[in-house]
């Protein structure tokens, strides 16, 4: 045998069969999306609002902050969700100020004089820089908390450059509004001082009333829900609290789940080094004071400061078991950074799944029989050379799939059918060129080798065009028509190389030992 010939076949052999071993057994190393394996799909719409207005509030802190350290007691006011106004600097200072303190403590923000006012406003670009981190962060947390609620193979984006909608697919997904209120939860925790001296109220304007100079610009009234012994709402009261937070669930170093005095689950925390500084300070000068424990603007627990408390803590509240588990999860995975509402939601049930799998699965074996049956009739024994590529393509297609750890779709079978047909239509070009070559009188050998050379042009025009269209379904589609994108695009290759390739390999391989081929059954 020729050896260039015996290195094709060798390297042909070869990629037939890892690919074989990579996807077997298929239902094993096949990743099958929600639409086959049943689960939940939703397009979440991160609140970039919510970022841009923490990053305001953090600004107007360090801000006063700073002034108050240079002696000027300002007050501030806020007048956008990204500006605010500051009052009480003399002009003199405008300088001094803009120069030491908004380029050094405050980048991204810009200061203007209006009247007795300085006009504090974030710049256009750090606005859009801040929404799309905020994204980016919500995505990435979001990630975090389905990895710790077990979710196998989970598929989570954005929908693109500059977009505020996060993709989030969970495939085997059997409690799907406890996974959705886990990846919503804001987990936004805050530690805060009551107010000296009022006490919880059972209505909000009880409590406002109760405040000896009312409802100032640093206080706020929070509710707090009241359970029984079965966990289940049996009424509220209201808290006056600072608005100046102690710390946040920024300062978390680690949570866990624990147990009460009575045994009630709680959770147990443990504060990072500076963390654990600023809570020490503030409970050791607060003594006998109410601190309250606040989730996503609720209060979970008020606890009188009996002593200094350093970097660890116990939090407190009417929990389930479960409502400590999915706490824990979002509390080690981080706050989000801003809120998240639900665009789309859909639950693809076990049995739907696999009905699909079912139809999918005959209509791919429909498709190919019809197929070879075309071949076998329209090309006679050279369509066994057809078949025979067919076959090899529909491994290397499911052995890519498996390799590369992509997610099989419903639309991605439709894709692997598509396949099957683009297989075969390079075959049918090749097969009609050595035809018309026969016809004007070539040798079977010279008509084979005219016939490939003559078709690869028109084989890769057609391809390349559909592997393009098949990379913008993969840049600006979601789910099933990114799973039909990937398959469409592997289905590509290992067509052009069935085609192209191996099917030549197995005419010459045919053909490499005689000396003269009087006919070829085409």
Known sequence: MDRNLLYRGLLIATIVVVMAISAY??????????????????????????AIRAETDNTIDTLVRELADRDIQATTERTGIDTFDVLGVPSAKDSEIEDD????????????RSGDRLQISLTPGEANNLRSMSVNQAQETIRNRVD??????????????????????????????????????TAFLEF?????????????QQVIDSLPGGLTDDIEVMKEELRDENKRTIGEQWWALEKKRVITGRDLKTARMSSGDFGEPTV??????????????????????????????????VATIQDRIRDQGVIHGSFTQQ?????VTVLRSGALPAGLTVLEERTVGPSLGRDS????????????????LTMLVVYKLTGINAVTALGLNVILVFGALASFGAVLTLPGIAGIVLTIGMAVDANVLVFERIREELRSGRTVKSAISAGFEKALSSILDANITTLIAAMFLF????????????????????????????????????????????????
Do not use: C
Not at 323 to 327: A, G, I, K, P
Not at 358 to 372: D, I, N, P, T, Y
């Open 25 to 50: 057994p298929p239902e094993e190393k096949i990743n099958l999306g929600l639409d086959l394996q049943g689960g939940m799909h939703l397009v979440l719409k991160v609140k970039t609002d919510d």
């Open 101 to 112: 303190v908004v380029e050094v403590y405050l980048p991204g923000w810009k200061m203007a």
């Open 148 to 185: 710790a609620f077990g979710v196998g193979e989970p598929i989570i984006h954005d929908e693109g450059a500059g977009s505020d909608r996060i993709v989030v697919q969970l495939p085997g997904v059997d409690d799907p509004e406890r996974v959705k209120e886990l990846i919503q939860n």
């Open 192 to 204: 805060r001082l009551s107010v000296a001296g009022v006490g919880p109220g059972d209505t909000q």
């Open 268 to 301: 147990a925390f443990i504060l990072t080094s500076d963390g654990g500084e600023k809570f020490a300070e503030v409970t050791g000068a607060n003594i006998g004071r109410g601190l309250s424990i606040v989730l996503d603007n609720q209060v979970m627990s």
């Open 323 to 327: 409502e400590v588990q999915d706490l």
């Open 357 to 372: 799998i079912e139809k999918g699965s005959r209509a791919g074996m429909l498709g190919g029989l019809l197929v070879v």
């Open 475 to 522: 840049m600006f589609g979601t789910g099933p028509i990114r799973g039909f994108a990937v398959t469409l695009s592997v289905g590509i290759f290992a067509s052009v190389f069935t085609a192209v390739f191996i099917s030549r390999f197995l005419f010459d391989a045919l053909y490499s030992r005689r000396d003269r081929v009087e006919k070829l059954s085409i």
